[in-house]
C-alpha cells in the first residue's frame, strides 16, 4: 500500500464516537486505488480533494456529517505512475478511476462534493463517464479559459505545475514543518484542525528520519499538468444532476475563472459565493462547507 495515509495508520479498530474512518484500497480493475471510509448508515457521498493534497481533509465536513451520510475519500495522487515532463496524469483518467471505484463500491446515485481539481474530475466523470450523481457540489472547479485548452504548454510554461516542481520538500520534524507552512500564504488562512491534519498526514518520513510531502512535488506536477487535456467547458450542458457551484470571496482563480458563467451552463446549476475565503475553502471554513452541503443535498 502507498503512503497516502501520512505518518498514523488509520485507526482499524477506531471507537465510532470518534468518527474516524478506516483507510481501504480498492481493485479497479488495473490499479489499486486507497480512500477513506467512514462506515456510517445513510446514502453515499464521495468527496474529491483538490491538486496535491489528500483525503484527510475532508475529515472537519465528513467526520460531522457521519449520521446523515456514508462518506467516502478517495486518493488521487500516486496510484497510477506519471511524470510531468513525458506523461502527466490527465483529469480524464482519474474521472475513469472514479467511474470504475463507484462502480466496485456499488456506489449508485450517490451526493458527491469536489474541490478544485476533484470537482472538474467530478464534472468529467459525469459528463462523460457515466457516473450518475444524485446531486454535487463542486467548490471552485478549475475551468481556465477556453483557449488554455488548445496550446501545447510545458512544465516550465505553466505557472501551476512549475510552481510544484520548486515547493519544499524537507523538514527535521512537525515544529520545523508547521513554522514553515504558517508562514507561507497558501496555508495562512486554514483553519486548525485542517492544518494539523496535513501535517500529520501530508507529510511523511524519509529513511533517515526527516519529513518529506506525500505527495511528491513531482506528482503534483504532474497533476497540474494532467488540467490541460480536457476542456471542461462542453461537458457542463451534458450534467443532468443538480449542480451548485461554489466560489471564494477572495479567491485568486476569479481573476480568470468565470464559475458565474460556469453554474449558468449546467442545465440545473445554481451559484453561491462564500465571504472572507479565498480558493481553498475546505480548509479555510469548513463550518461553511457543512452548512452548505447540509442545506443542498436536503
Not at 462534493?113 to 468529467?124: D, K, P, Q, R, Y
Not at 524537507?170 to 486548525?192: I, T
Not at 506528482?219 to 487535456?229: I, K, Q, T
Not at 459565493?273 to 480558493?279: A, I, N
Request: aromatic share 10%.
Amino acid at each position: 500500500m502507498s503512503s497516502s495515509h501520512g505518518r498514523l495508520d488509520m485507526c482499524e479498530n477506531a471507537a465510532s464516537s470518534d468518527n474516524l474512518p478506516k483507510l481501504k484500497s480498492e481493485n479497479i480493475g488495473d490499479i489499486h486505488l486507497t480512500y477513506l471510509d467512514y462506515e456510517t448508515q445513510g446514502p453515499p457521498l464521495v468527496f474529491l480533494h483538490a491538486t496535491g493534497f489528500l483525503p484527510w481533509l475532508w475529515h472537519p465536513v465528513a467526520r460531522r456529517l457521519t449520521a446523515a451520510f456514508h462518506s467516502i475519500a478517495p486518493y488521487f495522487c500516486d496510484h497510477r505512475d506519471s511524470n510531468p515532463r513525458t506523461g502527466a496524469m490527465h483529469w480524464s483518467t482519474l474521472a475513469e478511476d472514479l467511474k470504475s471505484l463507484c462502480d466496485r463500491l456499488r456506489i449508485e446515485n450517490g451526493f458527491f462534493v469536489g474541490h478544485s481539481m476533484g470537482a472538474t474530475v467530478l464534472t468529467i466523470a459525469a459528463a462523460s463517464y457515466g457516473l450518475k450523481p444524485k446531486a454535487m457540489i463542486l467548490i471552485e472547479p478549475i475551468y481556465l479559459p477556453g483557449d488554455f485548452y488548445t496550446r501545447s504548454i510545458t512544465v516550465e510554461e505553466h505557472i501551476l505545475a512549475s510552481k510544484a516542481l520548486r515547493r519544499r520538500n524537507d523538514w527535521s520534524d512537525d515544529d520545523e514543518a508547521r513554522q514553515y507552512l504558517e508562514s507561507r500564504d497558501l496555508f495562512k488562512n486554514w483553519d486548525g484542525e485542517a492544518l494539523d491534519l496535513y501535517i500529520r498526514h501530508g507529510l511523511t518520513e524519509r529513511g533517515n528520519g526527516r519529513l518529506q510531502l506525500v505527495c511528491s512535488p513531482q506528482r503534483e506536477a504532474s497533476l497540474f499538468m494532467g488540467g490541460v487535456h480536457e476542456d471542461p467547458w462542453p461537458l457542463l450542458p451534458r450534467v443532468q444532476c443538480p449542480v451548485l457551484v461554489i466560489e471564494g470571496e477572495t479567491s485568486d482563480n476569479k481573476k480568470f475563472i468565470d464559475l458565474k458563467k460556469a453554474s449558468s451552463l449546467f442545465p440545473k446549476g445554481s451559484y453561491k459565493l462564500v465571504e472572507s475565503v479565498g480558493h481553498l475553502i475546505p480548509m479555510e471554513n469548513p463550518q461553511a462547507v457543512i452548512r452548505i452541503i447540509d442545506d443542498f443535498f436536503k
